[in-house]
């Protein structure tokens, strides 16, 4: 059974820069998976960041950016600001659905 | 604009049936790839079902032969048929629309709690 991994938690610092990563349990991940990425606060709908790897949804602020990395998928923001505090979620296309990572609980401090 | 309304959750018994329904406005539901998502409680989000634009239907083998997903053209609504529910489908249930092939547009979500 096939699992897509997202480190559970990761902190960075106000202004700095942070990648958070979206890898397969088997293979690697590659633009044929078409890698959208999602950030999501307590007793909101999910919004969407980034999709099919690297275009990011409108008005969604250019420090963040998608893009494949080794043989994972990447969300790096740079420059984290307070509001950046989130969970965060990828999810691949995998022709008959879609899987989710398990998130990442990203803290800003 | 796009926009996704969800209904028809609620608190339902185990072992009970209850349909979700996602009113779309802005776009047409039978062109588009359109998904279940759900998350539980304290939990990550899951994805449940999709029905592409040609009409195939998928689902995760957590719901398979229990949920069934369907479009209804003329209201431009997509629904999700739950049967035999049981305590661990108990979750926030999100529409979303694709953009692409993945989940873009998403709606407010609708509450289903699984409990006697």
């Known amino acids: 059974q096939t699992v897509v991994t997202q480190e559970p938690s990761f902190s960075v610092s106000p202004g700095g820069t942070v990648t958070l990563t979206c890898g397969l349990s088997s293979g690697s991940v590659s633009t044929s998976y078409y890698p959208s990425w999602y950030q999501q606060t307590p007793g909101q709908a999910p919004r969407t960041l980034i999709y099919s790897t690297n275009t990011r949804s409108s008005g969604v602020p250019d420090r963040f950016s998608g893009s494949i990395l080794g043989n994972k998928a990447a969300l790096t923001i740079t420059g984290a600001q307070a509001d950046d505090e989130s969970d965060y979620y990828c999810v691949l296309y995998m022709g008959s659905g879609i899987l989710f990572g398990g998130g990442t609980k990203l803290t800003v401090l | 604009e796009v926009q996704l309304v969800e209904s028809g959750g609620g608190l339902i018994q185990p072992g009970g049936s209850l349909r979700l329904s996602c009113a779309a406005s802005g776009f047409t539901v039978s062109s588009n790839y359109m998904s279940w998502v759900r998350q539980a409680p304290g939990k990550g989000l899951e994805w449940v079902s999709v029905?592409?634009?040609?009409?195939?239907?998928y689902y995760a083998d957590s719901v398979k032969g229990r949920f069934t997903i369907s479009r209804d053209n003329s209201k431009n609504t997509l629904y999700l048929q739950m049967n035999s529910l049981r305590a661990e489908d108990t979750a926030v249930y999100y529409c979303?629309?694709?953009?692409?092939?993945?989940?873009?547009?998403w709606g407010q979500g609708t509450l289903v709690t699984v409990s006697s």
């Open positions: 979303a629309r694709a953009l692409g092939v993945t989940p873009h547009y």
């Open positions: 029905i592409y634009s040609g009409g195939s239907t």
